[in-house]
């Protein structure tokens, strides 16, 4: 039977290599529409929930997780022998940057040293880890190649970026459109029927080259049109005018604007680093991507523009950062979910701490922190007589299900990076952006 019919008749098993935030929810969409579904990921505690039925994914249903495994229609496993009998894979491994800010595409890499000799014919394989435009063809190609595969005839291999969105309530996996490109036309076609199962619009693209760079323009995109909204509240800070009123009136315009915001910084395994891997590519094609770089640094600055906001305002009380109490609320990189990664409050708590202040920190989501030596626990609860006790508290993520009116009856000093007293004043709040 070949692939394409194999796959229309739900006849194929699927592997999801890299159990994570975008891994985990592929692997539902394909349990969902009747795959037989392998998780494959090194972190055995992982494994061992997901064959226990225990979902550890904020955006998975875990009693769809729980019953995809009591019917045996998904597993887990670090053995990646499995792949013996896999008809196709997706990996979705992370793609960060090391120290210097240059992609580390070493989880791609160690999974095909895992999965050479595993592969077969009449196979698929698509990565879903962002990367940059070449990837595919540079690093994943040559492997199967190797094994004497001829690509689009008895191998298929493609690109699709994930487009998830944590804590999105409306778009998931299954309704946000997909973009797919293959090596070949095949490829593209044999990728397509199988994203096809499991999302309703399937956006061929000509190349793997092409689905990569979507994906970096997407995300360049969000980076620098906040690092445009950053640079904007500082400015209006200058000039004593409230950005929040500024960008809510420019976006009555109903064509040629679209709403992008300032913030604390920018968060997340996607948007702080995505940019990076594209400029990299161009600095090895000897140009520079000025746009990349030039939001970069705006949005990197974040973290120290407020904490030269709490400096100032505690200043402006005859009081020092040295020694002053200060209560950071929201840790997780955007609201209603607890991912820390690149949070910009780790920035900001690393530079208060530098500074001699003393941290609290109030996050629902995330009840402990351990980053470059420091450890803190959240405070259980927000009480009026202990929020009096603080100097300062910074609101760097707008949780939902906060008690702000606690916070802005009883706090001596707010600084607000996320508008959420967007309708309140006083002498004791002072917002990002306004001066
Ligand atoms: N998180 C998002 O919102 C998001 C959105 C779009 C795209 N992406 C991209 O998707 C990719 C994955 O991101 P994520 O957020 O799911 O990461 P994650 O860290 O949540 O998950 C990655 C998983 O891969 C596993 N892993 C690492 N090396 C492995 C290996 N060699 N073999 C098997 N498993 C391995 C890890 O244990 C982890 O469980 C990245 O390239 C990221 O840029 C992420």
């Known amino acids: ?103 580390d595409i070493s989880y791609i890499v160690s999974v095909m040293d895992n999965i050479k000799h595993r592969v077969h014919k009449d196979m698929l394989i698509i990565l879903e880890s962002t990367t940059y435009p070449g990837s595919t063809r540079e690093l994943i190609l040559p492997y199967l190649e190797n094994n004497g595969f001829t690509i689009g005839v008895d191998f298929f291999l493609c690109f699709s970026p994930e487009r998830i969105d944590p804590g999105n309530e409306k778009y998931n996996t299954s309704n946000t459109p997909k973009i797919i490109g293959g090596i070949t036309e095949q490829c593209t076609k044999v990728g397509h029927t199988l994203y096809n199962t499991i999302v309703k619009t399937v956006i061929p693209v000509s190349s793997t080259e092409t689905a990569e760079m979507v994906k970096l323009l997407e995300n360049t995109f969000r980076a620098i049109n906040i690092g445009l909204a950053n640079e904007v509240a500082i400015m209006c800070e200058k000039l004593g005018i409230n950005v929040w009123e500024v960008i809510e009136a420019a976006a009555t315009k109903p064509f040629g604007f679209m709403k992008f915001l300032p913030g604390p910084g920018l968060g997340g395994h996607c948007i702080p680093i995505d940019p990076y891997y594209l400029s990299w590519k161009l600095k090895s094609l000897d140009y520079d991507a000025r746009f990349i770089q030039l939001a970069g640094e705006i949005n990197t600055n974040m973290p120290n523009h407020v904490l030269n906001l709490v400096s100032m305002h505690l200043n402006n009380q005859h009081k020092l950062l040295n020694g002053s109490k200060i209560l950071i609320l929201g840790i997780a990189y955007k609201k209603d979910i607890n991912d820390i990664r690149e949070s910009p409050a780790l920035d900001i708590i690393q530079l208060l701490i530098e500074a001699k202040a003393t941290i609290n920190y109030y996050d629902m989501y995330v009840p402990n922190i351990n980053f470059n030596k420091i450890s803190l626990k959240s405070v259980k609860s927000l009480k009026k007589e202990k929020l009096n006790n603080y100097d300062a508290c910074i609101i760097v993520t707008d949780h939902s299900n906060v008690d702000y009116e606690l916070i802005y009856n009883n706090c001596q000093l707010i600084i607000d990076t996320r508008n959420v007293f967007k309708n309140k004043s006083g002498n004791h709040l002072k917002r990002l952006g306004q001066g």
Do not use: H, W
């Open 1 to 103: 039977m070949s692939l394409i019919k194999k796959i229309k008749n739900r006849k194929s098993k699927i592997g999801v290599i890299g159990l994570g935030y975008v891994g985990l929810p592929l692997a539902i969409e394909f349990t969902n529409a009747g795959f037989e579904v392998v998780g494959i990921d090194l972190d055995e505690k992982k494994v061992n929930q997901i064959n226990n039925g225990f979902n550890y994914i904020n955006d998975v249903d875990s009693n769809i997780l729980k019953n995809a495994v009591e019917n045996n229609i998904l597993s887990a496993s670090s053995d990646f022998s499995i792949v013996d009998n896999l008809d196709a894979i997706s990996i979705c491994v992370p793609t960060p940057l090391n120290k210097q800010k240059n992609p």
